[in-house]
């Protein structure tokens, strides 16, 4: 079956350290997003990438980090220097200007 | 700015009542148009989408939504609620031309009473 796949599904961080969300998609799709979800804030744009090796900052990047070096995976770091980094993380994918079709998500919690 | 808006937060009906959730674009041409819901811990689903063609929209799970460019507006509805239908629904809009972005409003979250 098509789709994408979000892992882990619960992370736990201790304060100080890296953690890296993965998302694959199986899709032959050429954009791929990853969005930021808190309570009644809807959902934000972290990063995107519209091809292999080259992605943009969406409209809170600070903090995080991504790379694509495949069609099918868009991994996302979310490191240090994010000082309030837990959050629902949800990863997309679509082919141009069309709907884009969600991972079920992962949600990550600092200790 | 482009922007989305859906005014309510939460909206309650009852079970079996009809349902309009409302949505709001800022945007100096037709972009495209989508509704999604989320079910708790979960990503989104599309319900319907609309580029271009005839204004009312069919989806799945008995959704319709209606383009009015006159408004800016592409309001949801469902003539009769099902327990199920409880969740949070996003409007989003696609602008044409640009990046592949879509801009998503903040979503309403829908309660049924039984």
Redesign the interface.
Known sequence: DGG?TQSPKYLFRKEGQNVTLSCEQNLNHD?M?W?RQDP????R?IY?S?IVNDF?K?DIAEGYSVSREKKESFPLTVTSAQKNPTA?Y?C?S?M??????????T?LTVL | AQSVTQPDIHITVSEGASLELRCNYSYGATPYLFWYVQSPGQGLQLLLKYFSGDTLVQGIKGFEAEFKRSQSSFNLRKPSVHWSDAAEYFCAVALMNRDDKIIFGKGTRLHILP
Not at chain 1, 96 to 105: K, R, V, Y
């Open positions: 994408i954009a997003y969005y009644g804030q809807g959902l744009l995107y519209q943009q969406g629902f949800l997309a679509s141009s200007l069309n709907e884009q079709f969600f991972g079920p998500g949600r």
